[in-house]
């Protein structure tokens, strides 16, 4: 009998450009609605992708607390996730919402 391995999905292995990470994030925001977990997980997707050790020294915070606050079960500060889109090269622009 064949045995099948399974292991849990992680969009981090995914992201290998930034222009993935870009269009993820995009995609992250369009479906997070009101959650801001959605949107600090997405964001800690894009870390892991890039390496949190060099996001920790470009953002001058400690790895494992970006870790925590970029993890969906963190409340991260907006000036945290200013910092992170800054050091990711991730710029946020504003849109109305019906989109013109």
């Given at each position: ?22 269009q ?5 925001l ?12 997405a ?7 890039k ?11 400690g ?8 993890s969906g079960e ?27």
């Amino acid at each position: 009998m064949n045995t099948l391995n399974l292991r849990k999905w992680d969009s981090a292995e995914h992201l290998k450009t930034e222009e993935d990470m870009a269009q993820y994030l995009e995609a992250c925001l369009q479906e997070a609605g009101d959650d801001a977990a959605f949107i600090a997980k997405a964001l800690g997707n894009i870390a892991r992708a890039k390496g949190m050790s060099q996001l920790a020294r470009d953002t001058g915070l400690g790895r494992e607390s970006l870790y925590k606050a970029l993890s969906g079960e963190g409340n991260p500060s907006f000036s945290t996730i200013l910092k992170v889109t800054a050091a990711l090269g991730i710029h946020l622009h504003a849109q109305t919402a019906s989109g013109s």
